[in-house]
């Protein structure tokens, strides 16, 4: 399976990818992009099982990426990883046809939690 990590720190995006390894899924094909625009492009040319997306990133926000792909008809599985895990923020996710969020501080476990869903 092929999980894409979206997000504007090179240093998120392989503290995410060492998550993915310590909570199984280093199996995986695991390709990246920094911003909504690029993950947008590479979604459209591969499109991946499963995207984990910063909500706040230049060019195009993870909201924005999401309504693009619902625009396009494109339905990858997709998932928010961010620093904000309000309530009012996991409604608006949902509302936009995110299946997840997970918030940071995240754990190999709560990884496990929401992506053995998808993944397994």
Avoid at 19 to 26: I, K, M, P, V
Avoid at 88 to 105: D, S, T, V, Y
Wanted: glycine share 6%.
């Amino acid at each position: 399976m092929n999980i894409l990590i979206v997000d504007d720190s090179l240093a998120m995006r392989m503290i995410v990818m060492k998550t993915l390894r310590e909570a199984g899924y280093d199996g995986h094909e695991i390709t990246q992009a920094e911003d909504g625009a690029k993950a947008l492009e590479q979604i459209k040319s591969n499109e991946p099982d499963i995207v984990l997306c910063d909500w706040n990133m230049p060019n195009m926000t993870g909201p924005e990426l999401l309504a693009a792909l619902n625009d396009e008809g494109i339905k990858p599985k997709f998932g928010f990883v961010t620093t904000e895990g309000t309530d009012a923020m996991r409604e608006k996710a949902m509302e936009l046809g995110a299946r997840f969020l997970i918030a940071k501080p995240f754990t190999p476990e709560s990884f496990k939690q929401e992506l053995d869903k998808y993944l397994n």
